[in-house]
């Protein structure tokens, strides 16, 4: 059984940090690609970053490129999403998805090839 679990959102202001993680049980960590996505109220979900299994690939949304990092940990089950520089706009549930194959730049964004998604973290930037 795969289970995801996020933490590490909370209230911030604008301008300030915030570090997300995701945690991971089942199998193998290091063999999926993993995903971060966010929903704010009234909003659809959309694609904030990706990593490929070897960590070697990223991907941003152009709305976060230069602000957010994600990184990975295969040791320990863990990918992390380092958000800088937020805005009131960024403000929405994070979550974290598993895929399982091979990501690119023409699918990391589509919520439809993950397939395992953890319950969500509430990031709230203050203006």
């Known amino acids: 059984q795969v289970q995801l679990v996020e933490s590490g959102g909370g209230l911030v202001q604008a301008g300030g940090s915030l570090r997300l993680s995701c945690a991971a049980s089942?199998?193998?960590?290091?063999?999926?690609?993993m995903g971060w996505f966010r929903q704010a109220p009234g909003k659809e979900r959309e694609a904030v970053a990706a990593?490929?299994?070897?960590?070697?690939?990223?991907y941003y949304a152009d709305s976060v490129k230069g602000r957010f990092t994600i990184s990975r940990d295969n040791a320990k089950n863990t990918v992390y999403l380092q958000m800088n520089s937020l805005k009131p706009e960024d403000t929405a549930v994070y979550y974290c998805?598993?895929?399982?194959?091979?990501?690119?730049?023409?699918?990391?964004?589509?919520?439809?090839?993950?397939?395992?998604w953890g319950q969500g973290t509430q990031v709230t930037v203050s203006s």
């Open positions: 998805a598993r895929q399982d194959g091979s990501l690119g730049g023409s699918t990391w964004y589509r919520p439809s090839v993950y397939d395992y």
């Open positions: 990593i490929s299994s070897s960590r070697d690939s990223t």
């Open positions: 089942g199998r193998p960590f290091r063999t999926y690609a």
